[in-house]
């Protein structure tokens, strides 16, 4: 027999709304919700052009439980397509999309097998009519699933290649919610051939073979956070009948990128001259990423006299505005979702630690915060209490859990350079 070829993606997350963005830029939030689309049409004709035999969709495939009905019939169309080519499709529903949640389809095409919720599914892949391989999978019923759910998978006496299909945390979840949590061993106990995974944005193979564990990421980034950078899209999957791996090839299928530009602001005499590099930084991400939107978020590190004009009145904010109005007629677009301060002054920061003023003082506590995560979220919560009245307050408290240790970053180097340099030491 042939190799199985199938498709694993997951975390679609179709027509999420990118509310953080629709208020500074609502064109650039409306290309993202149709950009979310947009990926699962080039999913569905990559599935196509590559003959797989399967499409396996891991979990998250709406945003949310109240699932547009936009996405819904966008979902349902390409999984018509599917169906009529001969292409069969097994879904699961992850914590973002669960099976509680509003559903506008009552019935699927002919190929398409959503699993239950209740306990873990044992379902065949037909080839040519013949049972080819078992896919196993769960969906889950609810937003907060806490119980390992890879526990319930288990080999059948079904002959040909076995799969599970889950949306789950295993081991660490990085900066996702933990749902459905397991380890690398419940998977393996499982005696399944190659493990389908979602709910972790960052694609990742966990295990190369015997079984196989595979994260897919997400098909289109979300944001600018670390796992939602950089190329997104799907795995195109070759087993052969005992289960063994044959082929395991990343393909993009994003229609914008989320990416990073980093800048060492020590090269640069002045804002001028890293304006400049700027420009031309941002003009090679349009190459490197071409066809594409950018959603470029840039970071300014490093150590130079430069800084001291970069922190004058709102420099960093016209330099932020200066640069997104020289790309706004760009197509694709190039947009600037922040220039964030990461960088230093010249200071000899081991002479300051070793001192005993204000700012060595300032120093001492920001790096014992770094160290410590819990410390630091409390530090900040009970800045935003005391400050309840004033905006600085709700700014605190609306900060993402995620982004407290770069704000602190900032903080601390804007406060010492501030203090040094107006001579307040």
């Keep these: 027999m042939t190799a199985i070829r199938l498709v694993h993606a997951a975390d679609l997350h179709l027509d999420t709304p990118f509310e953080g963005i629709s208020r500074p830029a609502p064109d650039v939030a409306r290309a993202l919700r149709d950009a979310s689309l947009a990926a699962w049409d080039n999913l569905v004709d990559f599935a196509l052009a590559q003959n797989v035999h399967a499409m396996l969709l891991a979990g998250d495939i709406y945003d949310g439980a109240e699932r547009g009905l936009r996405a819904q019939l966008r979902v349902l169309a390409g999984l018509s397509r599917l169906s009529a080519a001969g292409v069969s499709t097994f879904i699961v529903h992850g914590n973002h999309d669960p099976l509680d949640g509003w559903a506008a389809i009552r019935e699927w095409p002919a190929r ?134 044959l082929g395991l090839e990343f393909h993009a299928l994003d229609r914008v990128r989320f990416v990073e530009l980093r800048l060492d602001v020590g090269q640069y005499r002045d804002l001028p001259a890293l304006h400049g590099a700027l420009l031309d930084g941002l003009e090679k ?86 160290d410590n995560p819990q410390e630091l979220l409390a530090f900040v919560t009970e800045c935003g209490a005391q400050l309840t009245r004033g905006q600085v307050g709700r700014v605190l408290r609306d900060i993402p859990e995620e982004d407290v240790d770069s704000i602190l970053s900032e903080a601390v180097a804007l406060a010492i350079d501030r203090l040094t340099l107006n001579g307040e030491s």
């Excluded at 599914?121 to 196993?136: D, F, K, N, R, Y």
Aim: proline residues 3%.
């Design 112 to 245: 398409v097998h959503v699993f239950a919720a209740n306990s873990v599914e044992s379902v065949p892949l037909l080839i040519e009519g013949q049972a080819a391989a078992t896919v196993h999978g769960i969906s889950h019923s609810r937003r907060h699933v806490t119980e390992n759910l890879a526990s319930g998978f288990h080999r059948t006496a079904a002959a040909g290649a076995h799969i599970g299909l889950l949306h789950a945390t295993v081991g660490s979840s990085g900066d996702h919610e933990v749902t459905a949590p397991c380890s690398l061993a419940h998977l393996e106990a499982a005696g399944l051939d190659y493990w389908a995974l979602g709910h972790i944005h960052a694609r990742a193979v966990l295990r190369a073979s015997h079984p196989c564990v595979v994260y897919a990421g997400n098909i289109q980034g979300r944001s600018p956070k670390p796992s939602e950078l950089g190329a997104k899209g799907a795995y195109l999957v070759e087993l052969d009948s005992q289960g063994d791996v």
């Design 285 to 370: 991400l349009r190459d490197e990423h071409a066809g594409r939107g950018l959603v470029v978020r840039v970071v300014l590190e490093g150590r130079g006299t430069v800084v001291a004009d970069l922190r004058h009145a709102d420099a960093l904010e016209q330099l932020r505005d200066d640069l997104r109005a020289h790309f706004a007629a760009h197509a694709p677009f190039v947009w600037v979702e922040n220039v964030l301060d990461r960088a230093a002054s010249v200071l000899d920061m081991q002479a300051l630690r070793d001192r005993s003023d204000f700012p060595a003082a300032v120093l001492a506590l920001s790096e014992r915060l770094r």
